[in-house]
């Protein structure tokens, strides 16, 4: 049971390019978050999805898209990445029953130069 | 999604008990309140969760007074590695509250 993990852990992009940070859960979570968290900031919430083809936007979605075709997996995607993305990217998962506890990733840093 | 005020930082001594207090004036009835703790470098890890009243687990304890307008995490005799930045949510699973947000968070920083 490896909980929620994530790849990869750092990863330098230059601007314009696109990438694809991956999530995966084992325990057969429902909910499934992506968190960006700028240095000594608060987490902001860019998208989750509630099941396998189910995704809504957060607090922070420009930039980015998801997509959840399984319930172990949801990949966020940069497209044309710019240096505003640079940050630590976060992955979460929890069960559909109300009030559990969420389970986070170790998170990706991602620098755009 | 209820709002949730936190003071941005707190000092303490080892030992010592630390209260953070957390306002959430407009939490709904189904709502529960949720901290987590997050280590530099790290995703934030599930401290304690309740509705009402007091609340503890081994590693701290939750007071929410009767009005639910607020709540207190205490966290007893706080060593150098309780030094973090911890946040409360309030939330249910119910209707559109599915999201999980985080505010700003306070940051605990214990002292030798």
């Known amino acids: 049971n490896a909980g929620v993990t994530q790849t990869p852990k750092f990863r330098i992009l230059k601007i314009g390019q696109s990438m694809t940070l991956q999530c995966a859960q084992d325990?057969?979570?429902?909910?499934m978050y992506w968190y960006r968290q700028d240095p000594g900031m608060g987490l902001k919430l860019i998208y989750y999805?509630?099941?396998?083809?189910?995704?809504d936007k957060g607090e922070v979605p420009n930039g980015y898209n998801v997509s959840r075709s399984t319930t172990e997996d949801f990949p966020l995607r940069l497209e044309l990445a710019a240096p505003s993305q640079t940050s630590v990217y976060f992955c979460?998962?929890?069960?559909?029953?109300?009030?559990?506890?969420?389970?986070f990733g170790q998170g990706t840093r991602l620098t755009v130069v | 999604l209820a709002k949730t005020t936190q003071p941005i930082s707190m000092d303490s001594y080892e030992g010592q008990e630390v209260n953070i207090t957390c306002s959430h004036n407009?939490?709904?009835?189904?709502?529960?309140i949720t901290w987590y703790q997050q280590f530099p470098s790290q995703g934030p890890r599930f401290i304690i969760q309740?509705?009402?009243t007091k609340v503890t687990n081994e590693v701290a304890s939750l007071f929410i007074p009767a009005d639910r307008k607020s709540s207190t995490l205490s966290l007893p005799r706080v060593s150098l590695s309780d030094t973090a930045v911890y946040y409360c949510?309030?939330?249910?699973?119910?209707?559109?509250?599915?999201?999980?947000?985080f505010g700003s968070g306070t940051q605990l920083t214990v002292l030798p």
């Open positions: 309740g509705y009402k």
């Open positions: 979460a998962s929890r069960p559909r029953q109300q009030n559990t506890e969420a389970f």
């Open positions: 407009n939490i709904a009835t189904n709502d529960y």
């Open positions: 325990m057969n979570h429902n909910y």
């Open positions: 999805s509630v099941g396998a083809g189910i995704t």
């Open positions: 949510l309030v939330g249910a699973l119910s209707g559109s509250a599915r999201q999980l947000t």
